[in-house]
């Protein structure tokens, strides 16, 4: 027997991840139970500025808008080679800056 979360029920699970007793309920659960997802500040690579993400759906890591992004990585590699050296893909790069950000912020 399993314990519903959301009511408190008790109830036969029929799958070994089956939480909550009704579709109904787990869905209840969930509007009720949101995940808060931290924010991330940074300094824009390209024009310096502070941004601050706003959590789940912001997702930028680096620049504060896709206009700087593009102005970034259009300027002579002179300019910023050593970020160009380490990492063999822009996405490359930008996984690795999420993962640092997340860390600073305690996620990980």
């Known amino acids: ?3 519903c979360p959301n009511c408190g029920e008790e109830f036969m699970a029929l799958t070994v991840t ?3 007793c009704s579709e109904k309920c787990g ?17 824009c690579a390209k024009c310096g500025k502070r941004v601050v993400t706003d ?8 620049f ?17 080679e050593a970020s160009r050296i380490a990492y063999h893909s822009a ?5 690795r800056e999420r993962w640092e950000n997340r860390k ?4 990980d």
Do not use: L, N
């Open 1 to 3: 027997m399993a314990k």
């Open 18 to 20: 089956q939480k909550y």
């Open 27 to 43: 869905v209840q659960y969930r509007r009720t139970h949101k995940v808060s997802w931290p924010s991330i500040s940074f300094d």
């Open 55 to 62: 959590g789940r759906r912001d997702m930028r890591t680096r």
């Open 64 to 80: 504060c808008s896709a206009t700087c992004e593009k102005k970034y990585w259009r300027h002579p590699p002179y300019e910023h």
């Open 91 to 95: 996405g490359e790069y930008f996984a």
């Open 104 to 107: 600073e912020a305690g996620y």
